[in-house]
């Protein structure tokens, strides 16, 4: 079955790191565009970041500087660690892949608060 | 940076309503756009890809139209089923979605 599943999730505080993992099945993280979608909420969907199959990768100005993502190809699992998180960073955070999201993950919840 | 910018942001309407979402980009994205709907606690489902292609499974009362800057979605006839948000996406340059048009029931 394709599909993708996200973990480590969780409650954090302001200032805290997070890694977040996207664990894919049923076909090659490596050959495809994979990225972060996250959603606030009661707000919209907002593009996070993107690695390329070559491994080229960029952010949205919103987190630049701040996260990072990384995949491993040997446990095709694609990762965003989040650093010095802050409360506006609190989210269900969502995996997808290709340039346009043809597959979702149920999405993993981080609570950035005091 | 490119923005999506989508109308209206509500939208009520009768089942077997003829229902159309407008979305407009900031500058020409091509064909590079793709629609989604999404449910309550859901991920979003992909509708429409390249401003007009149906996604498999999709039905077809969902169609797509638009090139360059100006884009819309339409269903034919609304479904129970279809009450939910929806948004458009450019994958021009990286990726932005609009902020969202929640159909709900008139």
């Known amino acids: 079955e394709v599909q993708m599943v996200e973990s480590g999730g969780g409650l954090v505080q302001p200032g805290g790191s997070l890694r977040l993992s996207c664990a894919a099945s049923?076909?090659?993280?490596?050959?495809?565009?994979m990225n972060w979608v996250r959603q606030a909420p009661g707000k919209g969907l907002e593009w996070v970041s993107v690695?390329?199959?070559?491994?080229?990768?960029y952010y949205s100005d919103s987190v630049k500087g701040r996260f990072t993502i990384s995949r491993d190809n040997s446990k095709n699992t694609v990762y965003l660690q989040m650093n010095s998180l802050r409360t506006e960073d609190t989210a269900v955070y969502y995996c997808?892949?290709?340039?346009?999201?043809?597959?979702w993950g149920r999405g993993t919840l981080v609570t950035v608060s005091s | 940076d490119i923005q999506m910018t989508q109308s209206p942001s509500t939208l009520s309407a009768s089942v077997g309503d003829r229902v159309t979402i407008t979305c407009r980009a900031s500058?020409?994205?091509?064909?590079?756009l793709a629609w989604y709907q999404q449910k309550p606690g859901k991920a979003p489902k992909l509708l429409i890809y390249?401003?007009?292609s149906l996604e498999s499974g999709v039905p077809s009362r969902f169609s797509g139209s638009g090139s360059g800057t100006e884009f819309t979605l339409t269903i034919s006839s609304l479904q129970p089923d279809d009450f939910a948000t929806y948004y458009c996406?450019?994958?021009?340059?990286?990726?932005?979605f609009g902020q969202g048009t929640k159909v709900e029931i008139k």
């Open positions: 049923g076909f090659t993280v490596s050959t495809n565009y």
């Open positions: 390249k401003a007009s």
């Open positions: 997808t892949r290709r340039p346009f999201f043809d597959l």
């Open positions: 690695i390329y199959g070559g491994g080229t990768t």
């Open positions: 996406q450019q994958y021009h340059t990286y990726a932005t």
């Open positions: 500058q020409s994205i091509s064909s590079w």
